[in-house]
């Protein structure tokens, strides 16, 4: 599975959108964006996810640049319940294999 | 979306002890389950896949003999911690594979374990 980067940790204003940015360059052709989001003390939680084309749902939208090097994730109205650690992994739909977590970014959200 | 829950949420345990924990997908059969282990401000580190009827494939480092993973249904998986010390104690969490076998993954909730 390819490698991403992500920013240790970004603050966001409450009602203000978020940008997480995710840099995957080595991600292959049949490999898939994934974001995940912890909150403290809890399991991860599945948040939306995307191959070539943005995706939208109901926690967020998932921008995918044209070479598919990078990535956005997007929350549009962060509230303080976002504040959470965001990871972005990329692999094979529906792989046998695990989701392989990095550091992943730490999301502030403030009053 | 689907549920898996772990029991207990948190358990104290004494050094040389035992502990269970127990993984369930409740709404859904669950033929592959994945054991992670979280230190304090660390990520999720994979320690096991865990198959139903079949041994569970451990990651490189992990101790099979001591973390033992049982699947014997489609629905529960357990983590055993034989003969627990004080650095075992973490946070461990596992999830469950999407039963259309495409893209989720199910965490359940995690269970804070401290050896004293």
């Known amino acids: 599975d390819a490698k991403t980067t992500q920013p240790p940790s970004m603050d966001c204003a409450e009602g203000r959108a978020a940008n997480l940015p995710c840099n995957h360059s080595?991600?292959?052709?049949?490999?898939?964006v994934y974001w995940y989001r912890q909150i403290h003390s809890q399991g991860p939680q599945y948040i939306i996810h995307g191959l070539k084309n943005n995706e939208t749902n109901e926690m967020a939208s998932l921008i995918i640049t044209e070479d598919r090097k990078s990535s956005t994730l997007i929350l549009p109205h962060a509230t303080l319940r976002d504040t959470a650690v965001y990871y972005c992994?990329?692999?094979?739909?529906?792989?046998?294999?695990?989701?392989?977590f990095g550091k992943g970014t730490k999301l502030s959200v403030k009053p | 979306g689907a549920v898996v829950s772990q029991h207990p949420s948190r358990v104290i345990c004494k050094s040389g002890t035992s502990v269970k924990i127990e993984c369930r997908s409740l709404?859904?059969?669950?033929?592959?389950m994945f054991w992670y282990r979280q230190f304090p401000k660390k990520s999720l580190m994979l320690m096991a896949t865990?198959?139903?009827?079949?041994?569970?494939?451990?990651e490189q480092g992990v101790e099979k003999d001591k973390f033992l993973i049982n699947h014997a249904s489609l629905t529960l998986s357990t983590l055993t911690v034989t003969s627990a010390h004080p650095e075992d104690s973490s946070f461990y969490i596992c999830?469950?594979?999407?039963?259309?076998?495409?893209?989720?993954?199910?965490f359940g909730p995690g269970t804070r374990l401290t050896v004293t």
């Open positions: 992994i990329v692999r094979v739909e529906g792989s046998q294999g695990n989701l392989i």
């Open positions: 999830s469950a594979r999407s039963p259309d076998g495409t893209h989720e993954q199910y």
């Open positions: 709404d859904f059969q669950a033929t592959t």
């Open positions: 080595t991600i292959s052709g049949n490999e898939y």
């Open positions: 865990s198959n139903e009827g079949s041994k569970a494939t451990y």
